[in-house]
């Protein structure tokens, strides 16, 4: 930006800009208070899809979660059973 010197002050030079940049914009009408979604072209991902397919994920993840939980409080159960018989015959000796 340059500073050239000119009759008008800096805050001249700024209303001047701000009203020419304000013609470039439109106003939008009244009573618009959302936007329209366009219409998904075909394979293309859209919002209800989506949460759909996190739904889902979310759902595998989980069933996943607890089996892993399962089994590992079946392994533990296992491993004590197995500790606890090694110190008994430890302890008969």
Not at 47 to 71: A, C, F, Q, R
Request: proline share 6%.
């Amino acid at each position: 930006m340059s500073f050239a010197k000119t009759p008008f002050g800096p805050a001249e030079i700024g209303k001047s800009q701000a009203m020419e940049a304000e013609e470039h914009f439109r106003p939008l009408p009244r009573g618009i208070t959302a936007f329209r979604r366009a219409k998904p072209i075909d394979g293309e991902a859209t919002p209800e899809s989506l949460n759909s397919l996190l739904g889902k994920v979310s759902e595998t993840s989980m069933h996943g979660i607890d089996s892993l939980i399962n089994e590992l409080h079946t392994l533990r159960g296992r491993t004590t059973v197995i500790v606890f018989n090694a110190i008994l015959r430890n302890t008969r000796h």
